[in-house]
């Protein structure tokens, strides 16, 4: 709005989240208070536009407001697709429908601790899936999240199994008596429905839900891993009503690791609400990641053939309106050494809370060099339905003479 300009000197127009009053981000503060602020600003902006320049000329209509307002709302869902990985018609509903929240809204409490623990389980790696952590997209609610799986993980090639039973083994709580429980404790199922297994953690108001491929049979594959576990004389806790006399023995006995799931959940939960990132703003072909102390650990493997470009991840990863609140703590970069390096290198990250009360640390391993874990790893995404636009930036075919990952179209070998 040209005759606006004077009054916001660097031209640039508003985030939707940020208050135009003070710049502050929505949901930081009190949200009341920066949309009163923020209204009576444009008012007042309007007042001085009329009054005091008597400006009559350059007044949009309210069509034009609204077909800016359009235009920005899908440039807003296109970003906001770009960290969760919503369809973007999705997430341009969710801004609609949501204006009080931020762009994208972040969740606490049992919620979070949920959502991380989903975090750690599924990224622990060791198999292979279409998308990084084997998750293709989560869909964004404050107090409520969706987790669309891929169709299948594979750690060998021409083996495939369904990414729904990968996540109910790592997942679902079982306890082996007399030794530690199993999976995400005080995980349950709430129930099924279609594609949608539906969990929360006993006794709270959380929600996430799995969603599986068509096709996914959820009541069949729980009661396979029901009957599997029983066999192995382990007990099934993800139906009982209330926390487990297993699990409240872990819960005293493993005191310090509960703490530090909760410790982490901001973390976790921001990361898997933002997990499209580590396709869209990353070079890395594999995505792993595990937790030591309280430190979460993300080895992120950029393949020789394509520069490793680490900023364009921490800059989305931080970013002021959509990342998380991280600051880099400490940083050793290698990046000068990618020109001579032979085998490969390692730049390695610490992040950590902007606020320094908050705990956790996240190390990120940006390592460059051959592919890790095989040389087939093309074939093997290939197979597992990976996006081609993204294998062709990740792993580019090489050049036939170099062998690897080529994909031979006959002729000889
Ligand atoms: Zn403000
Ligand atoms: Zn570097």
């Not at 199994?161 to 996540?167: H, I, M, Q, R, V």
Request: proline share 6%; with cysteine.
């Amino acid at each position: 709005m040209r005759h606006y300009r004077w009054l916001r000197p660097d031209r640039r127009p508003v985030p939707a989240s940020r208050c135009p009053f003070c710049g502050a981000i929505q949901g930081t503060k009190k949200p009341a208070l920066h949309l009163y602020l923020s209204n009576l600003f444009l008012r007042a902006q309007k007042w001085v536009h009329r009054s005091v320049f008597e400006c009559v000329g350059q007044q949009r209509s309210r069509t034009d407001l609204t077909v800016t307002a359009g235009g920005r709302l899908t440039r807003l869902a296109r970003t906001r697709s770009h960290y969760s990985g919503e369809p973007v018609q999705y997430a341009s509903e969710a801004l609609r429908n949501h204006r009080h929240l931020p762009l994208l809204p972040d969740t606490q409490g049992a919620q979070a601790v949920l959502e991380s623990a989903v975090m750690e389980k599924l990224g622990r790696g060791g198999e292979w899936w279409a998308h990084p952590v084997g998750i293709a997209g989560v869909h964004l609610a404050p107090h409520r999240s969706v987790v669309v799986l891929d169709s299948h993980s594979g750690s060998r090639p021409g083996k495939k199994f369904p990414t729904s039973d990968y996540a109910l083994a790592h997942l679902l709580p079982s306890a082996e008596p007399g030794v530690q429980v199993d999976g995400v404790m005080r995980l349950r199922v709430v129930g099924v429905r279609n594609l949608d297994l539906h969990l929360k953690l006993v006794n709270t108001g959380s929600s996430l839900v799995l969603r599986g491929t068509p096709g996914t049979r959820w009541l069949h594959l729980l009661a396979e891993r029901r009957r599997d576990l029983e066999e192995g004389g382990f007990v099934p806790l993800w139906d009982e009503p209330g926390p487990s006399s297993y699990e409240l023995e872990d819960e005293r006995e493993f005191a310090s690791l509960v703490q530090r799931g909760r410790d982490l959940a901001w973390l976790g939960s921001g990361l898997l609400r933002r997990i499209a990132i580590f396709q869209h703003a990353s070079t890395a072909y594999s995505t792993r990641s595990w937790i030591t102390g309280d430190e979460w650990i993300f080895e992120l493997d950029t393949h020789r053939d394509v520069p490793l470009a680490h900023d364009e991840f921490l800059k989305s990863l931080v970013d002021d309106v959509w990342g998380l609140p991280l600051k880099v703590k400490r940083r050793f970069c290698d990046c000068s050494s990618q020109s001579t390096a032979r085998r490969g290198y390692q730049c390695t990250y610490y992040l950590e809370h902007r606020d320094p009360e908050v705990p956790g640390i996240m190390q990120i391993r940006f390592r460059w060099g051959d592919a890790v874990y095989g040389d087939d790893v093309r074939e093997r995404l290939e197979e597992l339905k990976a996006d081609q636009e993204w294998l062709d930036r990740v792993l580019p075919r090489r050049s036939s003479q170099r062998g690897g990952s080529v994909v031979r179209k006959g002729g000889p070998r």
